[in-house]
């Protein structure tokens, strides 16, 4: 399966201009929206997007939501 995604961002909702496989794996990676123009800190593995808050006060568990926000094909 080498059909390709486009990553939607997590904060608006906009395609980035990232695109990924169904086996691409992204740690501690930089994704800007365009659209928003913000930058959000993301692990992505099977297509699922986990953001990485910067640290604070926060325990490590809070620091971080799973959300799947990928759409759009070739």
Excluded at 20 to 33: A, E, G, K, Q, S
Excluded at 45 to 73: H, L, R, W, Y
Aim: aromatic share 6%; hydrophobic share 30%.
């Amino acid at each position: 399966d080498g059909q390709q995604k486009w990553v939607i961002c997590p904060k608006c909702g906009g395609k980035t201009r990232i695109k990924i496989r169904n086996d691409t794996v992204l740690i501690n990676f930089p994704l800007f929206c365009p659209k928003c123009r913000k930058e959000t800190l993301i692990d992505l593995k099977q297509e699922n997007i986990t953001i990485i808050k910067e640290p604070d006060a926060q325990t490590q568990a809070d620091d971080q939501q799973s959300m799947t926000v990928i759409v759009g094909s070739f």
